[in-house]
């Protein structure tokens, strides 16, 4: 069965960029679907970062969008996250999650620290 | 964007109570409403889609139902497992938004 699972550092510098990867495993990502990042401070409640269609197509958080890029390689059947700029306020749990309208299929969720 | 109000943050309750959490939204999203359990360390999972939709697999003591702008999540006979956090999220438009949640711990 489809499978989320999110990889990249868990330490981050601030100023420095915040990249993460999910790969799909079990199905593939080329379907009528859409790939969303959430994120979710220590203790918070969840943020909707983004999302990107198996096309490509892609939406942004406007709070985010001027530090945000998220791109789709169907070949490897993986998404990818890049935040650039960062600072301890991104210090979150970063999911990735499959959207038909709602989120169905989450990753475990992986901890990124921004600190020096 | 769409603020999604989530009351009561938290809440304490026994096994075999019937609790109800609510989320009002800040303008019509024409019951485009999940709700998202979430224990500690875990992701969150699907209950409820279209304001009362099931999901699969989850236990029928879990509903959903909407007047208004106002949503509601209920839980009839809590179960031990139920002891969670509660998050609703709207996806009627971009940028979809999520409630602040509401803890459920055990009386």
């Known amino acids: 069965q489809l499978q989320l699972q999110e990889s990249g550092p868990g330490l981050v510098k601030p100023s420095e960029t915040l990249s993460l990867t999910c790969t799909v495993s079990g199905g593939s990502i080329s379907s009528n679907y859409y790939w969303d990042w959430i994120r979710q401070p220590p203790g918070k409640g969840l943020e909707w970062i983004g999302s990107i269609s198996y096309s490509g197509s892609t939406y942004y958080n406007p709070s985010l969008k001027s530090r945000l890029t998220i791109s789709i390689d169907t070949s490897t059947n993986h998404f990818s996250l890049s935040l650039t700029s960062v600072t301890a306020a991104d210090t979150a749990v970063y999911y990735c999650?499959?959207?038909?309208?709602?989120?169905?299929?989450w990753g475990q969720g992986t901890l990124v620290t921004v600190s020096s | 964007d769409i603020q999604m109000t989530q009351s009561p943050s938290s809440l304490s309750a026994s096994v075999g109570d019937r609790v109800t959490i609510t989320c009002r939204a800040s303008?019509?999203?024409?019951?485009?409403l999940a709700w998202y359990q979430q224990k500690p360390g875990k992701a969150p999972k699907l209950l409820l889609y279209?304001?009362?939709k099931l999901e699969s697999g989850v236990p029928s003591r879990f509903s959903g139902g909407r007047s208004g702008t106002d949503c509601t999540l209920a839980i009839s006979s809590l179960q031990p497992e139920d002891f969670a956090s509660y998050y609703c999220q709207q996806y009627y438009t971009t940028p979809y938004t999520f409630g602040q949640g509401t803890k459920l711990e055990i009386k």
């Open positions: 279209a304001t009362s």
């Open positions: 999650a499959r959207r038909w309208l709602y989120y169905g299929l």
């Open positions: 303008q019509d999203i024409s019951g485009s």
